[in-house]
């Protein structure tokens, strides 16, 4: 194949592998969406509207979740010192999954003058798949709790979800929590029927846990279920009493050859 041939070939391998990572991640997609909060404040009602950005970044066995604030909502008639404020909001969960996650963050790191929107920092929880498909992430309820008072403010105009992710459940493990099947296992404890090889010697049958299997070596026995052994013990016993006859009799034998040669001298 000519250089150029082979350049163009490994341009394409290159290109459609590529496209094969594309294909393999995982689809997200998120927006900047704009949510109009009411907020009910310790001196009245207020209004804001603040886009709301949530990101996700896979870690360990679930995603990092971070909602950010793109301008400040709410504001104090005083000062607001520095950490003297601290944010914390919900998350409503959709599609696949169901509920709300919470996420929380620092307080003010500078001074917040009065009478101006309160700026709220990155906000970010863990959220742990429970189920296989896409799962979307929609703004919520923001909570400011600032010298000993507490702000809540509630969208109103429904936003839609800011981050949408196509997600893989943990239930899978809980299925291969199903190991307790495993535990069935103890079914291959049934494997203590193989445990029959107590017939072969009694203390597996002391082994054996399986007390129904040493149940039906009692069966075979009315005294205890053990058999006469016929093993190599009872063959050296009795090859032993052959050698002990044999023995014997040839002494007798000599004994007798050594007097008849006697008399017959006399």
């Not at 003297?84 to 509920?99: Q, V």
């Not at 742990?128 to 969208?155: D, E, H, Q, S, Y």
């Amino acid at each position: 194949m000519s250089y150029p041939k082979r350049t163009a070939a490994l341009a394409s391998a290159a290109a459609l592998a590529g496209s094969a990572v594309l294909l393999a991640a995982p689809a997200a997609h998120a927006d900047v969406v704009d949510v109009d909060y009411r907020c009910q404040t310790p001196i009245g009602v207020k209004s804001a509207v603040s886009p709301i950005d949530i990101k996700g970044v896979h870690s360990g066995s679930g995603y990092k979740i971070t909602m950010s604030w793109q301008k400040g909502v709410s504001s104090s008639p005083v000062e607001l010192g520095k950490g003297a404020m601290t944010p914390s909001a919900t998350i409503s969960l959709g599609g696949a999954d169901s509920g709300t996650l919470a996420v929380d963050g620092p307080a003010n790191a500078a001074a917040i003058p009065a009478n101006t929107p309160i700026k709220i920092s990155d906000l970010s929880g863990t959220y742990t798949p429970r189920k296989n498909g896409k799962v979307t992430f929609t703004a919520a309820i923001l909570t400011i709790k600032a010298l000993g008072t507490t702000t809540t403010c509630t969208p109103t105009n429904s936003p839609k979800p800011s981050l949408t992710l196509d997600v893989r459940g943990a239930g899978g493990s809980s299925s291969s929590g199903g190991s307790s099947s495993s535990g069935g296992a103890s079914t291959s404890g049934g494997a203590s029927t193989s445990g029959g090889s107590s017939s072969s010697g009694g203390s597996s049958s002391s082994s054996g846990g399986g007390t129904g299997s040493s149940g039906g070596a009692a069966g075979s026995g009315g005294t205890g279920g053990r058999l006469p052994q016929t093993g190599p013990a009872d063959s050296a016993v009795a090859l032993g009493t052959l050698g002990g006859t044999v023995l014997l009799a040839g002494a007798a034998g000599a004994l007798w050859l050594s007097r008849r040669g006697q008399t017959v001298r006399r």
